[in-house]
C-alpha cells in the first residue's frame, strides 16, 4: 500500500510597510539613547528591530534569541544615511525567516562592512554640507534677534530634510536589499557628489567664519612727527582683509584636528581672547 504524504503549507512570513515605517520610527528617535563604549548604537539597533524580529521569529522562540544575539554585536553609524544598512538587514531576516540560506555572519557582515562607508557619507553630506548651508541662512535673522527666522526656521528646515532624506533611504534599503546599496556605493556618480558636498561645505564654512567671526585690533605705532602707523589698517587690512578672524578660524580648526574636546577649545578661546583684550591687544572679539 502507498502511503500519502501530505505536506505541511507554511504560509510565507512578510512585513507591511506600516511595520518597516514603525522600525525607522524606532531607530530614529532612540539610535543614540543607550550609546556606550562597549556596544555603541547596538541596544538602539535591538530596540528598532525587536517588534520586526517577534513577528518573523515569534516572540520565545530559540530563532528570536538567536536573532538578538546577532544584533547586540557592535554597530556605530551615521543614524540617517546609515539607516539602509537596518532595512536591508530587516530584508534579510525576512528572507531567513521565510527559509533563505542566511546566516549570522552574512547579516553581520553587511552591517560591519557598510556602517563605516555610510556613516563617512553622512557626516559629510550632513554636518560638512546641510549644516553650513542652512547655517548661511539664518545665522544672519538669528544675530539680529530674529528668532522666528533664526533658530526656530533652522530647527525645522534641518529635521525636515534630515527625516525626509532617511525616511527615503531607509525604504530604498528596504526595497532594493543589499545588492541596491553596494551599486551606489561602487557607481562612478558617488565620487563626484562627495567631492561637490566637501567643496561647498568648506565654501560656505569660509564665507560664515568671515561673515560672522569678529576680531580686530587698535594697536599703533608713533612714527615721527604726528605720523601714526594703525596695525589693523595700515598693516593687517593691507595684507589680507579679514587676516584676523581667519587666523582665530584656523586655529579654532588646528585645535580641533589634535582631537581637542570643543569644550576646551571654547574655553581656550574665551581665555586668551579675554587677555587680549584687556591688554588692549585685540578689539571687537565675538
Given at each position: ?14 512585513l ?10 524606532r531607530w ?14 547596538a ?41 539602509p ?68 526656521a533652522f ?9 525626509s ?33 566637501q ?27 604726528d ?9 593687517l587690512d593691507?595684507?589680507l ?22 569644550t576646551?577649545?571654547l ?20
Open positions: 500500500m502507498e502511503e500519502n504524504v501530505v505536506e505541511q503549507y507554511t504560509p510565507e512570513k512578510k507591511t510597510k506600516r511595520e518597516v515605517v514603525s522600525a525607522f520610527w530614529t528617535f532612540f539610535s543614540h539613547a543607550n550609546y556606550n563604549y562597549e556596544r555603541l548604537q541596544t538602539g539597533v535591538v530596540h528598532a528591530l525587536s517588534p520586526v524580529l517577534k513577528k518573523l521569529y515569534g516572540k520565545d522562540s530559540d530563532e528570536m534569541k538567536s536573532a538578538l544575539e546577532r544584533h547586540m554585536q557592535f554597530f556605530n553609524t551615521e543614524p540617517s544615511f546609515g539607516g544598512i537596518l532595512s536591508m538587514t530587516i530584508a534579510m531576516e525576512e528572507q531567513k525567516a521565510n527559509g533563505a540560506e542566511i546566516g549570522d555572519a552574512t547579516i553581520n557582515g553587511l552591517k560591519t562592512g557598510l556602517m563605516g562607508p555610510l556613516a563617512g557619507i553622512g557626516d559629510t553630506l550632513w554636518q560638512g554640507t546641510l549644516i553650513p548651508i542652512l547655517l548661511s541662512f539664518t545665522l544672519a535673522f538669528g544675530a539680529e534677534g530674529n528668532i522666528l527666522l533664526g533658530p526656530v530647527f525645522v528646515l534641518h529635521l525636515g530634510i534630515m527625516t532624506i532617511a525616511y527615503f533611504l531607509w525604504m530604498k534599503g528596504y526595497e532594493t536589499g543589499k545588492d541596491g546599496i553596494q551599486k551606489m556605493l561602487s557607481g562612478s556618480l558617488l565620487p563626484y557628489v562627495m567631492t561637490f558636498a567643496t561647498l561645505g568648506a565654501i560656505v564654512i569660509g564665507s560664515l567664519a568671515a561673515s560672522f567671526v569678529k576680531v580686530g585690533t587698535d594697536t599703533s605705532i608713533k612714527l615721527s612727527g605720523k601714526v602707523l594703525s596695525m589693523q589698517t595700515d598693516v593691507t595684507l582683509l579679514g587676516l584676523l578672524p581667519l587666523g582665530a578660524t584656523m586655529l579654532t580648526y588646528i585645535l580641533l584636528k589634535k582631537k581637542m574636546k570643543p576646551t577649545v574655553l581656550i578661546l574665551i581665555v586668551g581672547g579675554g587677555i587680549l583684550a584687556a591688554l588692549g591687544i585685540l578689539t571687537n572679539v565675538y
